[in-house]
């Protein structure tokens, strides 16, 4: 049985909109995009990481092409405030293009964020077609 391939793109930083307010820098955007990259691992799963950003589905979808995936995660990391961090992400399916948004939300420190990755992980996993 071949393994289902998932291809994680670099997640890219939200503009809360608010005046002053602390955007992710590039290595905490690293670091994120890394971890959930980490934690989609499982049995049967091959995950691929790759730095580009998309910001929508249809760049999303022609990424996975070019490298063969099965299913693309994308998304955001919004820092609304020095201890408030939200992530949203999208997976979309390659062959299909239907896709599916997943959102979740942090207090803490960039520590915090990092663990609650695995949280997100999970259900990104659980809405993976795995044919």
Request: hydrophobic share 45%; charged share 25%; proline share 4%.
């Amino acid at each position: 049985m071949l393994a289902l391939v998932v291809l994680v793109l670099a997640l890219g930083a939200a503009d809360p909109g608010m005046p002053y307010a602390p955007l992710p820098g590039h290595r905490e955007l690293a670091g994120l995009s890394d971890r959930l990259a980490r934690d989609l691992r499982a049995p049967g799963t091959r995950v691929v990481r790759d730095a580009a950003v998309c910001a929508d589905d249809s760049c999303a979808r022609r990424a996975g092409q070019r490298r063969g995936a099965d299913a693309v995660v994308y998304g955001t990391v919004l820092r609304a405030m020095a201890m408030i961090w939200s992530t949203t992400a999208t997976v979309v399916d390659v062959k299909s293009g239907r896709s599916r948004q997943l959102s979740a939300g942090y207090k803490g420190d960039y520590q915090s964020m990092l663990f609650g990755m695995n949280e997100l992980a999970r259900a990104i996993s659980s809405g993976i077609d795995r044919r």
